[in-house]
């Protein structure tokens, strides 16, 4: 063996341009595979990193047919954290922004509201300090805090003593603990975590669904017996609390799944992907060794004359490919390292576990079995073919050392690198198609010129709803005065943003039960908003200054929930009562269009209801302005505005509108992009095949080329029977990859938006495409054979 690794290397040392095109070839097929399963083994099959993940779940409530998976309320929470046996611990968290100030310029850190328990329910416990208590749940004894070690170094000086404060939304917290480095529960950005502060109405709130729900199972409890029993919980509080949990459900589902969402298909068709460019690669590999086994035929026949066994020289090949398998392999861990750099340096913000991506050691093992395999599957057709030559025509003097059998194999070779490569670019066209489709939806809203950013005004400094209405007011006035502004608006949220659902119901058309109020998507507003956002008024008015805190209550709607619950009558004049106000009936004063709140692919859309902001100011707010210019270069002049108003007001989240759609399509996005990026690698791998195939044939058929032109054949006859041979592996190619592309992007079904998996435009480009590059890597071969010499020919004959 050590001879035949040997004599191996120093081949491969005589012939490096054969072993520079199939090292990079092979670590190509292999690199992208190691990479995407390194991915796939990061978010997918790696347990959380907390003690016994497996019995983590995450529990939500259901509302069908509107809501599949929604957060929940806090007085719900609280009772199934009250009443159900199933679980060791039940914990909550929200997310939240605080505003840190008291150290120079305020700036705006991301946090949680927490429940007591959470961290103890996760197995983690604080590096420096203690955990919360669950007294610390309670009102007015919750002014603690916990800190990530980033910034416990960076604000607390890292302190071992801890006995320090921070100023968070103008109020002070105490320092109880520090988390470990790197925990980032409940995403990688939250760095401050206070617990909720749980009073009597906190309790009796069963109407807005703001919270997210984590629990732990017993120990040998199963998943399908706590789902029973939550589904009990919750019938129980339905019955006890029918006006707002009737129709309420629960659902419990492991936390790995709900982290991972709906990532887990477009991981899969990737690593499919994947595959099919390894198999590309093992296909022109196999061309590689079967042109240079040809080569070597008088060799073998030699050494085999000289009473070398067949098995032999079958161990000598397969060991020549195992060396070439291991050495693109380990050039294969370097391009996947470089890979999966670059494919978080694109990757979408969204993309979870995404800080956990690394080649481990499971994904160096798998690196270890894709050589090993590709070793056998490339190397052992070249070899049983070489094993076996025919010793009387191969010793014969000037014997080409070719058969037809080789060249119906290589033929095949380049027929399936076709048919793989089409059934890739087919899928690749489908997700681009699908993205443009996407981006021509009409959010029902204009997002260019449109500047966004997010307000957290502390309550502790404005408690009173007049003073927040009063900052956003001001906010306003100093905003639209700025050079380029053209409209300026505040809003509890803005599109593709998220919402608040609340609940509503008709004065003139009571609903009956168990539904005796049906959701809607919830915005307060300033008057311009409809035109910052260029939201188009179909009937009625829209808010005006006149619509301030004492003048009569007034809401505009949009035109789904006009078409869905006023039965073709005029919903103007009608009055409607919003769950968050329970006293109050709003006059439905104007209705608008559509908007997409949450993505542009959304399909059905909900009620939306809008009310002015000056009747209902909250703290947390958005802000949105459109500009005749560019709009980032008003974010200087507008955070300037912001602390000459108060100078301990930080802002967050500052992006155009465009930006914001765009966090919506990222995923999709990235999909396309790495589906893209693999076909092209196929389609070149494809046509480098033919090319190689073609050229071989030509040089083995020279002196055959010679003798018809000799005998009267022209360059153009020539080109035509060379181009026709290397076309029609292309055609029969593409045919089958029509076949099989059928049958395949089914599977793509469910991440595409706006077209059939059977799109005949893409199947049609695809296959002209696809044409085109093998006619070219033909016509270069072939016009070689038009200058082969008939007279060397002849002679040589």
Not at 482 to 509: D, N, R, W
Not at 706 to 734: E, N, P, T, Y
């Amino acid at each position: 063996m050590w001879q035949d690794i040997r004599y191996g290397l120093r081949l491969f040392i005589k012939n490096p341009v054969f072993t520079i095109i199939a090292c990079l070839t092979l670590a190509i097929g292999i690199g992208a595979n190691t990479a995407i399963f390194s991915v796939m083994n990061s978010v997918l099959l790696r347990p959380l990193p907390y003690p016994a993940a497996e019995r983590l779940v995450v529990i939500r409530e259901t509302r069908q047919p509107h809501f599949a998976l929604a957060a929940v309320a806090t007085g719900n929470f609280l009772y199934w954290r009250d009443q159900s046996k199933a679980f060791e611990r039940m914990a909550a968290y929200r997310r939240a922004d605080f505003n840190l100030s008291g150290g120079g310029e305020p700036v705006n850190v991301q946090g949680a509201l927490i429940s007591a328990e959470l961290f103890r329910l996760l197995g983690i416990n604080p590096a420096v300090g203690r955990d919360f208590s669950l007294e610390e749940e309670q009102p007015g004894r919750n002014n603690v805090a916990l800190v990530s070690h980033n910034i416990w170094r960076r604000h607390l000086s890292a302190d071992p003593g801890l006995g320090r404060t921070l100023k968070l939304n103008g109020k002070s917290y105490d320092i109880v603990g520090v988390m470990p480095p790197n925990t980032s529960f409940p995403d990688s950005e939250t760095e401050v975590w206070t617990p909720f502060g749980f009073d009597a109405a906190a309790r009796n709130d069963h109407v807005r669904h703001n919270i997210s729900v984590i629990a732990r199972l017993k120990e040998g409890e199963s998943l399908e017996r706590a789902s029973a029993e939550m589904d009990a919980v919750a019938r129980r509080l339905g019955t006890e609390s029918p006006d707002t949990n009737a129709a309420w459900g629960v659902k419990v589902r492991p936390m790995l799944q709900d982290i991972v969402g709906d990532i887990r298909p477009a991981l899969f068709v990737l690593f499919g992907t994947v595959a099919f460019v390894l198999l590309i690669a093992c296909a022109n590999i196999v061309n590689l060794l079967l042109a240079r086994a040809a080569s070597r035929q008088k060799e073998f026949a030699i050494r085999i004359t000289l009473g070398a066994g067949r098995w032999r020289i079958l161990r000598q090949l397969m060991t020549e490919s195992l060396l070439l398998s291991l050495m693109g392999g380990a050039l294969g861990l370097v391009f996947a390292y470089i890979g999966i750099r670059v494919l978080l340096a694109y990757a979408p913000a969204d993309l979870p576990r995404a800080g956990d991506i690394v080649i481990d050691s499971r994904a160096l093992a798998v690196t270890l079995l894709i050589s090993l395999l590709t070793s056998v599957v490339f190397g052992i057709l070249p070899a049983l073919q070489a094993a076996n030559p025919n010793l009387t025509e191969t010793l014969k003097e000037g014997a080409r050392g070719s058969t037809g059998g080789r060249k119906r194999i290589r033929g095949l070779l380049v027929v399936a690198e076709f048919a793989l490569s089409f059934m890739l670019l087919v899928g690749a066209g489908l997700m681009i198609k699908s993205l443009w489709q996407l981006r021509q939806v009409n959010p029902g809203f204009q997002p260019d010129n449109v500047l966004t950013l997010r307000i957290s005004l502390p309550q502790t400094k404005y408690p009173e709803q007049i003073q927040q209405a009063t900052f956003a007011e001001q906010l306003l006035k100093r905003v639209a005065s700025l050079p380029g502004v053209q409209a300026a608006s505040v809003a509890t949220t803005l599109p593709m943003s998220g919402t608040l659902i609340q609940g509503f119901s008709i004065q003139e058309k009571p609903f009956p039960p168990p539904d005796p109020q049906l959701p809607t998507n919830y915005y307060a507003v300033s008057p311009d908003y409809f035109r910052a956002m260029e939201i188009s008024l179909r009937r009625g008015r829209a808010f005006t200054e006149r619509d301030m805190r004492d003048a009569p209550k007034v809401a505009v709607i949009n035109d789904t929930m006009a078409r869905l619950y006023f039965n073709g009558e005029d919903p103007l004049g009608k009055h409607i009562n919003i769950s968050n106000e329970p006293q109050t009936w709003r006059e439905i004063v104007g209705v608008v269009g559509d908007v997409k709140n949450d993505s542009l692919e959304a399909t059905k859309l909900g009620a939306q209801t809008y009310v002015p902001y000056a009747q209902k100011p909250v703290p947390n707010i958005s802000l949105a302005v459109r500009t005749s210019t560019d709009p980032q270069a008003l974010a200087v002049p507008i955070r300037r505005e912001v602390l000459s108003i108060d100078s301990e007001q930080p802002i967050a989240k500052l992006q155009t509108m465009n930006q914001v759609i765009g966090t919506t399509i990222a995923q999709r996005q990235f999909n396309a992009l790495l589906l893209f990026v693999f076909a092209v690698v196929s389609l070149v791998l494809a046509a480098i095949g033919i090319y190689g195939v073609i050229a071989y044939s030509v040089s083995q058929r020279a002196q055959e080329l010679g003798i018809r032109m000799a005998l009267g054949a022209g360059a153009r006859d020539i080109l035509k029977l060379v181009l026709s041979q290397g076309m029609f592996l292309a055609v029969v190619g593409v045919a089958l990859g029509v076949a099989g592309a059928f049958a395949l992007t089914r599977v793509l079904s469910t991440m595409l938006f706006g077209v059939s998996a059977t799109d005949p435009t893409v199947f049609a480009a695809i296959m002209l495409l696809l044409c085109a590059v093998a006619l070219l890597a033909c016509y270069v071969p072939a016009r070689r054979a038009t200058k082969v010499s008939p007279l060397e020919a002849i002679r040589s004959e």
